[in-house]
């Protein structure tokens, strides 16, 4: 098999390895990826590796080499499980790799990785969703966009569920990212929203973004002097501290709430410091998963999510391109250029091993 391991410490380097495939034990089976994506979550996997426990879900053995998780669509090439049958095509967390091993158990709308090294990790990254063979367009849309449509979808939802911390303004940083413009398209679809929606941006990226239409209006990092002065949230995707520093100095106690979601920006990260305003608070959107759960049952937030992504996926051919790339050796070129910053907003990366 061929995996791409990533340097934990310095995670722009990679490299891609061939090593044996293991045997299956009892219970195990061995998924064939069929099709991954590639975006700005798998820097904050990586960025957020140690915090989190990213690097734990598919370990290499090899100290200071980790594997960076992904989303995508396998299928069952082997079984020793009377779980799943050979044929079973299965969406899910999956490693940068072209095969991994699972023990799967079967659970309410599909199966879950009992493993053991994967059991006191959040539930909702162990959850493998069946799937039938369809387009491969089906495919390459719902790797790309569901699971960050999902984070986008949960943080409106906690907004609302805290009714926006009565901000008269919901600040969005990188606004280009996919997980930021779902944000700014999901608070625009309330009617009697009390809110004005901020997108901030890179002047590379404006455009894009103030032509998607979601955002009342769209600034630029150097123009955080502009925004008005009123009772604010922020709700940070990039995790560049010096953009941070500047927008919490401006709005001083009319921010409301700070939020810290994604480290795309991760080079510019700098530890924690004494902010003007409230303390960020890093969003989980497992947390608010388990909250509605509970609140709602099991099933009903996960029906709400797939109806939002698939509202906004509906459209995203007019804004996204998706492309395809052969072999697990051709996903370090994307992922550099996501790491480094240089990933073109208007860009879906599918990876087909």
Not at 161 to 188: E, H, W
Not at 296 to 322: C, F, H, L
Request: charged share 20%; hydrophobic share 40%.
């Amino acid at each position: 098999m061929q995996r791409i391991l990533v340097n934990q410490t310095s995670i722009a380097q990679t490299r891609t390895e061939d090593v044996a495939s293991v045997p299956l034990e009892a219970g195990q089976v061995r998924l064939a990826l069929e099709s991954f994506a590639l975006t700005s979550n798998n820097v904050t996997y990586a960025a957020a590796g140690f915090d989190i426990g990213y690097w734990q879900f598919f370990p290499t053995g090899i100290e200071g080499w980790g594997i960076v998780p992904v989303w995508g669509t396998a299928k069952v090439v082997e079984s020793r499980s009377d779980a799943l049958d050979v044929g079973t095509r299965l969406y899910g967390f999956y490693p940068m790799a072209d095969e991994v091993v699972i023990t799967p158990q079967s659970e309410q709308g599909g199966f879950l990785d009992i493993a053991e090294h994967r059991a006191k990790l959040p539930l909702i990254y162990n959850q493998y969703t069946p799937v039938r063979s369809g387009s491969d367009a089906d495919d390459h849309m719902r790797a790309i966009l569901q699971p960050l449509l999902a984070t986008s979808y949960l943080l409106f939802d906690w907004l609302q569920d805290n009714q926006c911390f009565g901000a008269q303004q919901i600040i969005i940083g990188s606004a280009s990212s996919k997980t930021g413009l779902g944000l700014c398209k999901y608070l625009a679809e309330p009617s009697d929203r009390a809110y004005q929606i901020v997108g901030l941006t890179s002047a590379k990226n404006r455009s894009f973004v103030e032509d998607l239409g979601a955002c009342d209006s769209v600034l630029t990092y150097d123009q955080i002097s502009g925004i008005a002065q009123v009772s604010s949230v922020y709700v940070d995707m990039s995790g560049n501290s010096d953009v941070k520093a500047a927008l919490h100095e401006h709005l001083g106690d009319a921010l409301k709430h700070s939020s810290a979601v994604g480290l795309s920006h991760w080079d510019h990260f700098a530890p924690a410091k004494k902010l003007a305003g409230p303390k960020p608070v890093f969003f989980f959107a497992p947390s608010q998963v388990v909250k509605r759960r509970e609140e709602w049952g099991p099933g009903e937030i996960e029906k709400q999510i797939t109806a939002a992504w698939k509202r906004i996926a509906a459209d995203a051919s007019t804004w996204m391109n998706v492309q395809v790339h052969r072999g697990i050796a051709e996903a370090e070129a994307p992922y550099h250029t996501l790491v480094t910053g240089q990933a073109d907003p208007k860009t879906g990366v599918i990876i087909r091993p």
